[in-house]
């Protein structure tokens, strides 16, 4: 299963809410996929998904919702959609106030498994070079007495 992408941008004012349906019908039995919403910052998103006509199945993620109730713990709301035989249908409701500028992408468990491992390897990188920056500067400040470079170090 591949990733596919589809770009919104758009401003909602506060009682604002956009709705998109979908259905899909699952291409491998077995392998997960995921509904991503690139954008963390998003106040809520409601997914809404069935089977047939079995009852609707709600799960909901974002800023104004405690992270305890949303269904997959992420950096931004995602959603993992059960895959068994037959189409299933998607309503999806973003509720934000200011500028929406979010990919939304269908993954596969790998594609997703990989993403993460990207963004912890950016984030340790980021972090290490930051630390590296404070021993610099606090090795500087000891050597040369010089507070300057003591409030550098601190501020990395």
Partial sequence: FEGQ????RMVMAAKQRFVARMQ???????????LVFKMPRLDAVHVFYRYGDEP???????DTLPML????????????????QG???VVVEIAHRGVVDAPVLLE????FRQDGIDASIT???LIGVNLVLAAVGLMA????????????????
Avoid: C, H
Avoid at 5 to 8: E, G, I, N
Avoid at 56 to 62: D, R, V
Avoid at 108 to 111: E, F
């Fill in 24 to 34: 899909l019908l699952s291409p491998q039995m077995g392998e997960e996929v995921y």
């Fill in 141 to 156: 400040a000891l050597n040369f007495r010089r507070f300057g470079f003591l409030a550098i170090s601190l501020m990395t």
């Fill in 56 to 62: 609707w199945t709600k799960e909901s993620a974002g």
């Fill in 123 to 125: 984030a340790g990188l």
């Fill in 69 to 84: 109730s949303w269904p997959f713990f992420d950096r931004q709301p995602t959603f993992n959609l059960p895959q068994r």
């Fill in 108 to 111: 596969g468990s790998n594609a």
């Fill in 5 to 8: 992408q589809t770009d919104l």
């Fill in 87 to 89: 189409i299933l249908s």
